[in-house]
């Protein structure tokens, strides 16, 4: 595996696997990696001859990076840890591509040329974090160009950031096949997270009850229970019971997240809650 810091490198390399006729597969990663992170490259590497894992922490969707504090100067950067994890698996990766924040904004964040998904891109996880898809929006548009990827693989427990990205790419012309991977779980139903790593031992105990409340929520609503905002409402009360701090339970259309009605039968249950310093997500389509 090779790492490659630079954009030059990066383009030189993919050039000489594109003149061959090779499918290349992106796998954007923010590091910290997982057994999650892992199912992805796997299912990139059954997709493409060749396969980029991308590094970087990305400061513009976080709301705080401008002041060097919070959740993006504490994110764990574990990149020798990553490296080895990477390098372990029996299937090969090409290459794994680290850029500094200078490497990927020359002119700066504030002068960035920003990319914006309407309708999906405010509600709920951008309710909470404002400004966060239009960071995630323009990273991987970057990323996108830079690699020049066939196909890119995503994992489902960021729903609502697979639907942004699957809209940006089709309303922008992006030749990209975009893969979303089942969440990849621990044994009681938790989805693996790199931010799992802040739930002290007596709150990890808790973390899976948000899962259990999703599969709650799904089971009254295959048995016939309409009334979604009573089952929000329930969910809420027992996630705050349970000493947690919920930002959303929301029973959404699974096509655009628009609110529910009973009409509808593709749906999504989805779910975003802090137990202590963790900032935990996840879904459930019904």
């Known amino acids: 595996m090779q790492t490659i810091t630079t954009l030059a490198e990066l383009r030189e390399t993919v050039l000489?696997?594109?003149?061959?006729?090779?499918?290349?597969?992106?796998?954007?990663?923010?590091?910290?990696?997982?057994?999650?992170?892992?199912?992805?490259?796997?299912?990139?590497?059954?997709?493409a001859e060749r396969i980029v894992v991308s590094i970087f922490v990305n400061p513009m969707q976080f709301s705080d990076a401008s002041a060097g504090a919070g959740d993006y100067k504490n994110y764990p950067r574990t990149l020798e840890s990553d490296q080895e994890k990477l390098s372990g698996m029996t299937i090969d990766?090409?290459?794994?591509f680290t850029p500094s924040v200078e490497e990927v904004y020359p002119g700066g964040?504030?002068?960035?040329?920003r990319i914006e998904v309407p309708e999906i891109s405010n509600i709920l996880?951008?309710?909470?974090?404002?400004?966060?898809?239009?960071?995630?929006?323009?990273?991987?548009?970057?990323?996108?160009?830079m690699v020049q990827p066939g196909v890119a693989v995503f994992g489902e427990k960021d729903y609502q950031q697979l639907l942004v990205i699957r809209r940006f790419v089709s309303d922008l012309c992006f030749p990209?096949?975009?893969?979303?991977?089942?969440?990849?779980?621990?044994?009681?139903r938790l989805a693996m997270s790199s931010r799992n790593r802040y739930l002290t031992s007596e709150?990890?105990?808790?973390?899976?009850?948000?899962?259990?409340?999703?599969?709650?929520?799904?089971?009254?609503?295959?048995n016939g229970l309409t009334d979604f905002s009573a089952i929000e409402k329930k969910a809420t009360e027992h996630l705050k019971a349970a000493g947690f701090r919920p930002e959303y339970f929301s029973v959404r259309r699974a096509d655009n997240l628009?609110?529910?009605n009973p009409?509808?039968?593709?749906?999504?249950?989805?779910?975003?809650?802090?137990?202590?310093?963790?900032?935990?997500?996840?879904?459930i389509r019904v």
């Not at 990766?93 to 794994?96: A, G, I, T, W």
């Not at 951008?126 to 990323?143: C, Q, S």
């Not at 709150?203 to 295959?222: D, G, P, V, Y």
């Open 16 to 47: 000489q696997w594109r003149d061959a006729g090779e499918r290349i597969a992106l796998v954007p990663t923010m590091g910290n990696l997982h057994e999650g992170h892992l199912r992805l490259v796997e299912e990139a590497h059954s997709r």
């Open 93 to 96: 990766v090409d290459v794994l």
């Open 109 to 113: 964040i504030e002068n960035e040329t």
């Open 125 to 145: 996880c951008g309710e909470f974090r404002p400004g966060h898809f239009v960071g995630v929006a323009t990273i991987l548009a970057k990323l996108f160009n």
């Open 176 to 188: 990209i096949e975009i893969v979303g991977v089942p969440t990849v779980r621990e044994g009681d």
């Open 203 to 222: 709150q990890r105990k808790k973390a899976a009850t948000l899962n259990q409340e999703l599969l709650l929520a799904k089971h009254s609503i295959k």
């Open 258 to 260: 628009q609110e529910a």
């Open 263 to 283: 009409e509808d039968k593709d749906l999504v249950v989805l779910a975003a809650a802090w137990l202590g310093d963790a900032r935990l997500i996840d879904n």
